[in-house]
């Protein structure tokens, strides 16, 4: 996990030198940012599936600056004991927010404190930050690693019973919508990104011994903040 944690990085900074090299920046120009991010991939209901730990790279490119499109690799640990699972997502954004020019964003946060009715000082200050909101939606083949089952046993008041998940479909896709709240300075790109994941294809039957029925988990959610360099 540390060699790709690193070759993550170096994907970052090379394609960041890169684009460095051939051009000044112009934020007001800027279509493509790659990002390096790790966050938090799980089920939301059933307790067989871990919190797996989500890492990732992602590349955008703009094609006006509020459509684009996302695409990147991503890697979730241990989404239940030795299950490993490895993701492509892939995704159209939309975007909306005010992360034009220092002097831009001024006069804008200055007109909408003179002109608002509750001349809130917070507000004027926000809107004064390059922030973004971006949408996404999109889908994400993957394909699940490591063992084929996983289980564990639980005792409660004398009474013992063995559940977990058994993995019935190597291969995964998932429809996914989420949205980003992002911060702009320069090139600088700072991400927090909530996600839902459903998932289009049976991977999981989650078995208990206090059941004879077979449930499968159908329904993810993730969390993940991400560190972009935009060139």
């Given at each position: 996990?540390?060699?790709?944690?690193?070759?993550?990085?170096?994907?970052?900074?090379?394609?960041?030198?890169?684009?460095?090299?051939?051009?000044?920046?112009?934020?007001?120009?800027?279509?493509?940012?790659?990002?390096?991010?790790?966050?938090?991939?799980?089920?939301?209901?059933?307790?067989?599936?871990?919190?797996?730990?989500?890492?990732?790279?992602?590349?955008?490119?703009?094609?006006?600056?509020?459509?684009?499109?996302?695409?990147?690799?991503?890697?979730?640990?241990?989404?239940?004991?030795?299950?490993?699972?490895?993701?492509?997502?892939?995704?159209?954004?939309?975007?909306?927010?005010?992360?034009?020019?220092?002097?831009?964003?001024?006069?804008?946060?200055?007109?909408?404190y003179v002109f608002?009715?509750?001349?809130?000082?917070?507000?004027?200050?926000?809107?004064?930050?390059?922030?973004?909101?971006?949408?996404?939606?999109?889908?994400?083949?993957?394909?699940?690693?490591?063992?084929?089952?996983?289980?564990?046993?639980?005792?409660?008041?004398?009474?013992?019973?063995?559940?977990?998940?058994?993995?019935?479909?190597?291969?995964?896709?998932?429809?996914?919508?989420?949205a980003s709240l992002?911060?702009?300075?320069?090139?600088?790109?700072?991400?927090?990104?909530?996600?839902?994941?459903?998932?289009?294809?049976?991977?999981?039957?989650?078995?208990?011994?206090?059941?004879?029925?077979?449930?499968?988990?159908?329904?993810?959610?993730?969390?993940?903040?991400?560190?972009?360099?935009?060139?």
């Amino acid at each position: 996990m540390k060699n790709f944690v690193a070759l993550l990085l170096g994907v970052l900074v090379a394609s960041g030198v890169s684009a460095q090299s051939k051009v000044k920046f112009n934020p007001a120009l800027s279509q493509d940012q790659i990002a390096i991010s790790a966050g938090l991939y799980q089920a939301i209901s059933g307790d067989e599936l871990n919190e797996g730990i989500n890492y990732g790279v992602d590349w955008l490119h703009n094609f006006t600056p509020a459509f684009g499109v996302r695409g990147g690799v991503a890697f979730v640990e241990n989404l239940a004991d030795n299950i490993h699972l490895a993701r492509l997502p892939l995704g159209v954004t939309f975007r909306v927010g005010h992360s034009g020019s220092v002097a831009d964003r001024l006069a804008y946060s200055v007109a909408n404190y003179v002109f608002s009715r509750d001349r809130s000082l917070s507000s004027a200050i926000l809107t004064f930050l390059p922030i973004d909101v971006e949408f996404t939606a999109g889908i994400t083949p993957g394909v699940l690693m490591g063992s084929r089952e996983s289980s564990s046993q639980t005792i409660t008041g004398g009474d013992s019973w063995v559940h977990g998940v058994r993995v019935r479909n190597r291969l995964s896709l998932t429809a996914d919508v989420g949205a980003s709240l992002s911060l702009r300075i320069s090139r600088v790109v700072l991400r927090l990104t909530p996600m839902y994941h459903y998932s289009l294809t049976d991977n999981f039957d989650l078995f208990s011994e206090h059941s004879t029925d077979t449930k499968t988990a159908r329904s993810f959610f993730s969390a993940s903040a991400s560190l972009g360099w935009r060139f």
